[in-house]
């Protein structure tokens, strides 16, 4: 079992930045890989970033709209992920949301075994 609880949202002015973090209790978190997904009002969850973990292939992928301006990271010390948001854009505007599956990330929010409660990110223009 895994708990998931994500921090780290606001209230920022497009350009800004910010950054998420996702705090997983529960056993051999360096097992499971990581994701951020997003849903804003009206929408289906989106696909953010994934983090697989590291000694199967350590690899991340992002959603086309956000890379080279956002970044996933994790800490297996702090049982902890992180999603770094530069160059935020209006459009990022959304309920952010930290997942958890076994061993290899996924673009498939239905894969994920587990889910933080989100943090609401909103980006003024």
């Known amino acids: 079992q895994v708990q998931l609880v994500e921090s780290g949202g606001g209230l920022v002015q497009a350009g800004g930045s910010l950054r998420l973090s996702c705090a997983a209790s529960g056993r051999a978190f360096s097992s499971y890989a990581m994701a951020w997904f997003r849903q804003a009002p009206g929408k289906e969850r989106e696909f953010v970033a994934t983090?697989?973990?590291?000694?199967?292939?350590?690899?991340?992928d992002y959603a086309d709209s956000v890379k080279g301006r956002f970044t996933i990271s994790r800490d297996n010390v702090k049982n902890t992920v992180y999603l770094q948001m530069n160059s935020l854009k209006p459009e990022d505007t959304a309920v952010y949301y930290c997942a958890a599956k076994r061993v290899t990330g996924s673009r498939r929010s239905s894969e994920y075994d587990y889910w933080g409660q989100g943090t609401q990110v909103t980006v003024s223009s």
């Open positions: 983090f697989s973990v590291v000694w199967n292939s350590g690899s991340t």
